[in-house]
């Protein structure tokens, strides 16, 4: 399929970049720097970039390359997706989050393109639900308790209505917590696997952790973009679906798993300040639904995707180390 | 109490307006405009009226009116409400109906101010539901059909957030449909009242109608707007609460109300052009959260809204009338 990828120079753009080609995609790839990152420059050979700023208003420019491109299929990833960042900067959140998806299916529109919008949600949406909703189905009502959540939850409404009233083809997303290789060391579990990888080298002492007690749906990046590509044949336009691996671990056992696998002495300290103000306290994933339509399964362990992730720093870490030395 | 109207002078703020001066509120108006029209010039002897566009971006200037005037609750009713033109210009209405929700509560946020906060929402917010959720509660999954829709079931979502991330006290109403004197004519029930009023006074032959099937769950705006002050002391924060009659009707018994209130003989033509595109079929609200909460009822029957909006009708032609001769 002919697809289109925005914010593809993203962590997730990334994977899903990478399993498309693998898929045997022709990928386009879209995004605000217009650039690939170091950890990205493999995707260069094969995924032509383009440099566009959807929060910047206007679809015409884009509607122009929809219209030359002809893309199947669009992944929209592009987003500020940071909720900590969202609370202190709402405005900039609402524009990239709502306004760039406005300005993505009004392009579409404009175009007058067949393509199928795959838009990336986030299971965040359902804030922090009563335990009558657990594990959260599609219905569970929205109660978004950052810009973030806020945001993704509203440009789901505008593409159920772009799919309502005009008759575009659009299928919701709302991933639960993922993690992978290259994941920024802001979030939890790629810290937890940077921080061990540096105890092994010796560049520090004891790793540092927030609220441990947290649990966490968590799916590994992979298993994610196959469930959009996985969408964009099998979904239906106008739904919803979530997706997650529906089983609730917690940091706790995460990072056992991660001093399991390392060959350093990890020693743990826990640091108040790292808890996040906004944290959720627990969020479960309902996938059935697109488990159903498109025969989605997981297939990466908790301990593969640790391993992976940890592997993933030492490589990185060990290179920074060469270039310093 | 010390109230701020947005949108103030719109149908629905007239009436606000006009209510909470016979509860002994003090009021302050907001519009875009900063002028009241003919038909609420009575309004402008109780109530200052500020010029302001919300959705004109920045919050400074809100935040500091809403700093120095102390309002106790703001009712926000300023929206581009006309589903049709939402249909044509998505842009605008989000600007707007979201836009300018969230320069309003930046403006609260900015002035540190306790103010309760009335998010006046709407029942088309769910579309069209199947037939299991009628009539809709407010958990009802919302499938917005067109940009008006869509935007306020996101100025919702922004409402709920600005509850649980920044301490906001919103509460969030969801009335549907009502009708009134001051209506404009592009709405059905003020067409038909203005219309038989017309064949009253030998100004047309007969009555122009669209599809007379469609039934719909009609309020009073005079009972809409006593909800929103009940809202306004015993409403929750964060919560939806759905304002309507829960009794639906047809727009054809609406009209055969009107016909046996009429001194004149009302032909009815039905003209296939009048159906809008965007029609609901079929919407019945569930207001138990409201009543139960508030003690809300209507206090207004269907005949009596038709009843005084045909005198107004009446009322309006005459004055025309006479400027003209």
């Not at 990152?37 to 440099?51: G, K, M, T, V």
């Not at 390392?262 to 944290?279: N, Q």
Request: net charge negative; charged share 20%.
């Amino acid at each position: 399929m002919r697809a289109l990828v925005t914010g593809a120079t993203g962590f997730v753009g990334g994977h899903l970049a990478e399993h498309l080609l693998a898929e045997g995609d022709i990928v386009l790839g879209l995004s605000s720097s217009g650039r690939w990152p170091e950890s990205l420059q493999f995707l260069a050979r094969d995924i032509r970039l383009e440099r566009y700023d959807l929060a910047d208003g206007g679809s015409e420019d884009l509607g122009e390359l929809i219209a030359r491109k002809q893309p199947e299929v669009i992944y929209h990833l592009a987003a500020q997706a940071n909720p900590q960042l969202s609370v202190s900067d709402p405005r900039g959140t609402w524009a990239l989050n709502l306004g760039g998806t406005l300005n993505l299916l009004e392009a579409v529109r404009e175009a007058k393109s067949k393509a199928r919008v795959i838009l990336v949600s986030s299971g965040v949406c359902y804030g922090s639900p009563a335990p009558e909703f657990l594990p959260v189905t599609e219905s569970c009502p929205l109660r978004p308790n950052n810009p973030y959540s806020a945001s993704k939850g509203a440009a789901d409404l505008l593409g159920i209505q772009y799919v309502l009233g005009y008759g575009l083809d659009v299928v919701i997303a709302r991933p639960f917590n993922h993690a992978g290789t290259r994941q920024s060391d802001t979030y939890a579990l790629s810290s937890f696997a940077r921080q061990v990888a540096e105890i092994e080298l010796g560049l520090r002492p004891r790793i540092e952790v927030g609220n441990l007690e947290v649990t966490r749906d968590f799916t590994d990046v992979r298993d994610i973009v196959a469930a959009y590509r996985l969408l964009a044949t099998r979904g239906e336009p106008g739904e919803i679906y979530n997706i997650g691996t529906g089983r609730d671990v917690s940091l706790k056992r995460m990072l056992e798993i991660l001093k399991d696998q390392s060959t350093g002495s990890v020693e743990i300290h826990v640091d108040a300040a790292r808890v996040r103000p906004v944290d959720q306290p627990f969020l479960l994933a309902d996938a059935s639904k697109l488990r159903g339509q498109t025969g989605w399964a997981p297939r990466y362990t908790t301990e593969q995707t640790l391993s992976d992730m940890l592997d993933y720093w030492r490589t990185q870490l060990k290179a920074t180390l060469q270039v310093a030395g």
